[in-house]
């Protein structure tokens, strides 16, 4: 085994038993990322200065420190996520040359971790896709077949991963971002509660869905980050101050005794066969390892792509209004007028989705518009939570597909908004509802492309969602399968 291909438990092994030093695998993950970046297209930026002298420092101070659970780990962050002294784009010509001067809270506990940190991921712009094929800086592919999508919009946190170009990475998922990617690449994609892990340095696209989290290579990685980066925040006003269980310690515990949910309504026509028959395989791994499952039903589904469109591009035409090139990102300079500089800039600097949302978002904000759209979509979100609310009194967890199919071709539906949003209409409801999810591998297409499960459980209860997906990861080989780039 190559050192790029360790998880992250693997690689802290080594290191304290000094098989392995912070520089090799430092060293080791670069060679792959100059070997096959070219052909997936994972990264926006790279640090390798500054994290090769990480790397030293690591390797010169020892790995004895118990409170650095990452300690000479390389990882990626998504493009979203500020990061003090290295570019943070977006994914969008109109920040793509902005440097933050600080770190979000997640990087600064990631470095406090110990975290050695790569670079920065290629994304949907402003997050805004379920293909990342909206990135201004062209589109990651997937590493499983380089003619597909990776995913979106966390496409190329997810990619890096699947490709070895990383340990583990962090994403962003407003409506499936995480999840999604992480179906269509083959590895684990968590998004925690909304509220567990602090937002402030993430770029908003839509402040009341966009939450932070793990992509790795199984489950026992997603937790041993979740750890580092989860827990409560003054800088953030949506960070809940709640107590941080140990993750990683209950992914031993078994299934006996748990029910998990089936909804029927993440079963309907549409659903690709070969993904709704390796959930189903996953279903009876599950019920052969103690568990019960029961079928239930969340009446409010059908809505969540409607009101999900209507909320977050609200959000987004909010939080967008900043960018009018007056304090920072791009200007441009030939206006005559302050009007004719905004109108230029934003024009210039915003892709065509980006710019979709934003006049759908002020459409639904305008006057006589509000209580018919926006407010209503509002009501629609508290029928869906209280579906959720209502079926966990029956179970304790969801299980259910990620994405009716896997990866599509790249190109096949940029062009048809309304296709692409339908591709996550399995995950959007667990982000409007706020209670976390966790995609992990459970078989894979005809094609040879990776397929997803889904777990979903209550508010805070991230331990349980670990818990059944570690379970059942062991009791299968899927996290174990490679992408054939190397062929």
Request: charged share 20%.
């Amino acid at each position: 085994m190559q050192l790029y291909e360790l998880t992250i438990h693997e690689l802290r092994k080594l290191l304290d038993t000094g098989e392995t030093t912070a520089v090799e695998v430092t060293e080791s993950i670069y060679n792959r990322i100059k070997k096959v970046e070219p052909k997936v297209a994972a990264y926006l930026s790279l640090a390798e200065e500054r994290a090769m002298e990480e790397a030293h420092g690591w390797d010169k101070q020892g790995f004895g420190d118990r409170t650095k659970p990452l300690a000479g780990v390389p990882l990626a962050v998504k493009d979203v996520i500020c990061t003090r002294g290295i570019r943070t784009s977006c994914g969008s010509k109109i920040l793509a040359n902005f440097v933050p001067p600080y770190d979000a809270t997640v990087v600064l506990r990631l470095k406090e971790a110990g975290c050695i940190l790569l670079g920065k991921t290629n994304m949907d712009e402003f997050a805004m896709g379920s293909s990342n094929e909206n990135s201004a800086f062209g589109p990651t592919r997937n590493p499983w077949n380089v003619k597909y999508i990776p995913g979106g919009s966390s496409g190329g946190s997810a990619a890096a991963v699947a490709a070895d170009e990383c340990i583990g990475a962090v994403g962003s998922d407003t409506g499936g971002s995480i999840r999604q990617p992480a179906s269509h690449c083959g590895v684990v994609g968590f998004k925690p509660t909304y509220g567990r892990v602090s937002r402030y340095g993430l770029v908003a696209f839509a402040s009341s869905l966009d939450q932070i989290g793990p992509i790795t290579k199984d489950v026992r990685d997603a937790a041993l980050l979740l750890q580092a980066i989860a827990g409560y925040d003054q800088n953030d006003s949506t960070s809940v101050p709640r107590d941080v269980p140990n993750y990683a310690q209950n992914l031993l515990e078994g299934l006996k005794g748990v029910t998990f949910g089936i909804p029927r309504e993440y079963f309907i026509e549409g659903l690709d066969p070969e993904v709704e028959r390796a959930v189903q395989n996953g279903i009876r791994t599950l019920e052969g390892l103690g568990a019960k499952s029961v079928e239930v039903t969340l009446p409010h589904t059908e809505y969540g792509v409607a009101a999900y469109y209507i909320i977050a591009p609200a959000e987004a035409s909010s939080n967008l209004a900043r960018y009018d090139g007056v304090k920072y990102g791009h200007r441009n300079r030939e206006g005559k007028t302050l009007m004719e500089m905004y109108r230029r800039s934003r024009s210039q600097g915003f892709g065509a989705e980006v710019k979709r949302r934003i006049m759908l978002g002020t459409y639904v904000l305008s006057a006589g518009y509000y209580d018919a759209y926006y407010k209503k979509a509002l009501q629609v979100r508290t029928l869906i939570r209280r579906d959720f609310l209502k079926v966990f009194e029956q179970c304790q967890v969801l299980v259910a597909p990620v994405a009716p199919t896997a990866a599509f071709p790249l190109g096949e539906k940029v062009n048809d908004p309304l296709q692409m949003y339908l591709s996550d209409v399995f995950t959007l409801p667990a982000s409007l509802a706020g209670i976390p999810g966790i995609s992990i591998p459970c078989g894979f297409t005809s094609a040879g492309l990776p397929i997803g499960l889904q777990i979903m459980a209550p508010h805070f209860e991230e331990g349980l969602a670990l818990r059944v997906a570690y379970n059942l990861e062991q009791n299968t080989d899927f996290h174990h399968h490679r992408p054939p780039l190397d062929s």
